[in-house]
């Protein structure tokens, strides 16, 4: 049994096939609640104004893909009896939009009284779904990449922290609240390193409402090296600033690739869940296979 028709995200009544503010969405506002699925719940932003205001015009100098966990998956199957899943969801860097948060959430919830036939419908329709609103209803270059762990699966879901050197360990005196790339210093007159460093004093705020975002950061890079008690003060300094993940995670990489001068640089954060949902961005300046999706203790 197929779920009831519905628009698809790239039709032109949906809000992908516009492009739209953050302050448009339904993030921070009342928001009704739909049980059957309505694909133009999804509200896609373009990447290209946030990239715009840290210097990328054209092509970025980084590959990637923004790893999402949903926790809160359900829909019913052909008897009508409630299924749930948790959703490993890829979305490529390359894309032309992201998803706001809360409209994915409301999107999510639509499947919650709609039948569908089995696990493999609704990944697929997931993807579908998911593929059309990223690319603002244009060519799917990369599909979003979607997999579906049933209850049989959920024992073996590791907790695993980001690996490599703590920033943290480091008695540093903070003065900054907002990003300060000033604070980023490497050694050019020394011989280059490799190396992977880690954080978990990362902490933004949302764009729309404000409310604090947590999370753990991993860099790793080979190049001159980044001054550690510098880069700890540049990312605690996003403390008070307002963007979503994505952009954080992406102003990070910028500051480093320009100041810094890396050979390599990769920058990856895994931000603790809001309504279900975790955000985990992950952008390399070089091929590399994707982190697995595994998640923190405090996610």
């Known amino acids: 049994m197929n779920p009831s028709p519905s628009k698809h995200p790239s039709e032109s009544s949906s809000p992908a096939a516009q492009d739209l503010r953050p302050e448009q969405s339904p993030l921070g506002k009342p928001a009704r609640y739909c049980d059957r699925y309505d694909?133009?719940?999804?509200?896609?932003?373009?990447?290209?104004?946030?990239?715009?205001e840290i210097g990328i015009t054209g092509a970025p100098p980084f590959g990637g893909a923004d790893l999402w966990t949903a926790y809160e998956v359900s829909w019913l199957n052909p008897r009508g009896k409630p299924q749930v899943a948790i959703a490993h969801i890829t979305v490529p860097a390359e894309s032309t939009h992201i998803v706001e948060s809360k409209s994915f959430k409301?999107?999510?919830?639509?499947?919650?009284n709609t039948r569908f036939d089995d696990a493999e419908a609704v990944r697929t329709r997931l993807r579908e779904d998911l593929s059309a609103a990223v690319w603002q209803g244009g060519p799917v270059r990369a599909s979003v990449g979607v997999r579906l762990l049933g209850p049989e699966a959920f024992d073996a879901q590791p907790i695993h922290e980001l690996d490599g050197l703590?920033?943290?360990?480091?008695?540093?005196?903070?003065?900054?609240?907002?990003?300060?790339p000033e604070l980023l210093r490497a050694a050019f007159?020394?011989?280059?390193?490799?190396?992977?460093?880690?954080?978990?004093l990362l902490?933004?705020?949302?764009?729309?409402?404000?409310?604090?975002?947590?999370?753990?950061?991993?860099?790793?890079?080979?190049?001159?090296?980044?001054?550690?008690?510098?880069?700890?003060?540049?990312?605690v300094s996003f403390r008070n600033h307002n963007e979503f993940h994505e952009q954080c995670?992406?102003?990070?990489?910028m500051d480093l690739w320009t100041r810094c001068k890396p050979a390599k640089l990769t920058v990856y954060a895994r931000y603790t869940?809001?309504?279900?949902?975790?955000?985990?961005?992950?952008?390399?300046?070089?091929?590399?296979?994707?982190?697995a999706n595994v998640r923190t203790a405090r996610q």
Do not use: M
């Not at 703590?166 to 300060?180: G, I, K, M, Q, Y």
């Not at 007159?189 to 978990?200: C, G, M």
């Not at 809001?274 to 296979?289: T, Y």
């Open 106 to 112: 409301l999107y999510l919830n639509s499947y919650n």
């Open 203 to 235: 902490k933004s705020n949302c764009l729309v409402t404000g409310q604090p975002d947590w999370a753990s950061v991993q860099i790793h890079y080979s190049g001159p090296q980044i001054d550690q008690e510098g880069l700890l003060r540049y990312l």
């Open 39 to 52: 694909p133009s719940l999804l509200f896609p932003l373009p990447r290209a104004p946030k990239r715009a």
């Open 189 to 200: 007159d020394e011989q280059p390193v490799e190396e992977t460093l880690v954080s978990h």
């Open 273 to 291: 869940r809001r309504g279900g949902l975790d955000i985990n961005p992950w952008r390399s300046s070089h091929p590399a296979p994707l982190p």
């Open 166 to 180: 703590s920033l943290d360990r480091l008695d540093v005196e903070c003065t900054h609240d907002t990003p300060a």
């Open 249 to 253: 995670v992406e102003r990070i990489f």
